[in-house]
């Protein structure tokens, strides 16, 4: 039984940059995950950046309580 990744797609859209510095350990899981997503996607390497951007993309549209608390700020 294969199991499907949370991320499968990567976004490309313009960007804001931001420099950030993460853990060794951390930037080894990106890696690692980004070698399993080249069956999901057909592309042989994919690119760190856009990898991070769809994690908290998926993170941010997935906590509940964010989203409830930014409906409520948008209300204003």
Do not use: C, H, W
């Not at 313009?14 to 993460?22: A, M, R, Y």
């Not at 999901?40 to 993309?57: C, D, F, S, W």
């Not at 549209?61 to 989203?67: N, Y």
Request: net charge positive; no cysteine; aromatic share 4%.
């Amino acid at each position: 039984m294969s199991s499907i990744l949370k991320i499968s797609a990567l976004p490309n859209e313009k960007s804001v940059k931001l420099t950030i510095e993460l853990p060794a350990s951390v930037r080894r899981d990106l890696l690692a995950y980004a070698q399993l997503i080249v069956p999901q996607t057909g592309k042989a390497e994919q690119e760190l950046p856009n990898l991070i951007v769809a994690m908290v993309t998926r993170f941010m549209a997935t906590d509940r309580a964010f989203l409830k608390k930014r409906r409520t700020s948008d209300r204003g």
